[in-house]
Every structure is written in C-alpha cells, then in structure tokens.
C-alpha cells in the first residue's frame, strides 16, 4: 500500500500547491475538492471502489463528511474534525464487509469477521 500512498499524498501536494497559489483563502470545500480528487485518482489507480473494504472506505467516508460540512458552512477545523471521526467510522465499518479488493481479498472470510480492514484503520 505504499504506491497507494503515494498516489494520495501525491494528488494531496498538487491540490495544497494550487491552493497556495491562489489568491483566495483556502475553505472547507476547497479542502473536500482535494480529497476527493486524490481519494477518486487512488481508486481509479487501485481498482477498488466503496464498499470493497479497502481504504477507501474510510477515506469516501471522510469526503462525505466534509461535503456536507462544506454546505454546512463550517470552518475548517470543524470540518477536519467530522472527517476524522467519520473515517474511523467507516474504517470500523470494514469489518462488516465482504473483501472485494485489497490484500483483505486473500484472506479467508472467517479471519476477517471481526477485524476492520488494516488499510481503512491505517488512513483513519
């Protein structure tokens, strides 16, 4: 999972980078359009979607939260805030779920029943 990372952290940089450069100040939405936009580049790279029980169950779960900040208006704080506790909630979410993808997609499903996907938790 470590070019997965990087495909994230990646997309992340380029996204702080046009930020920076603009002469606007940076808001929530601003912060959920570069997540999502590494979050998608990442699945679109793995080949997993949601509901795979893979990373990117936490990680659509943190954009989620931060879109409906970002209507809510909240401040960026609030905002990363709610999208913490929502990744770890969708990362907890994985144990539930059926290995779609992943290196959880090697291991027998009676393994899994009761523990989150180690990359959801990882990214939580």
């Not at 080949?47 to 943190?62: F, N, W």
């Not at 209507?71 to 990363?80: H, Q, S, T, V, Y």
């Not at 779609?100 to 090697?106: C, D, K, L, V």
């Amino acid at each position: 999972s470590g070019v997965l990372h990087r495909i994230l952290l990646l997309s992340l940089a380029v996204s702080a980078k046009e930020m920076e450069s603009s002469p606007e100040a940076v808001t929530t939405a601003d912060i959920e359009k570069a997540l999502k936009r590494a979050v998608d580049a990442l699945s679109d790279s793995g080949g997993a979607s949601r509901g795979d029980r893979t990373m990117l169950d936490a990680l659509y779960a943190s954009v989620d939260a931060l879109s409906a900040a970002a209507k809510e208006g909240k401040d960026i704080p609030a905002a990363l805030a709610e999208a913490v506790s929502s990744a770890e909630i969708g990362a907890e979410a994985t144990k539930d779920m059926l290995a779609r993808a992943g290196r959880s997609n090697y291991v027998p499903e009676d393994v899994l029943k009761t523990t989150p996907d180690p990359g959801a938790m990882a990214v939580s």
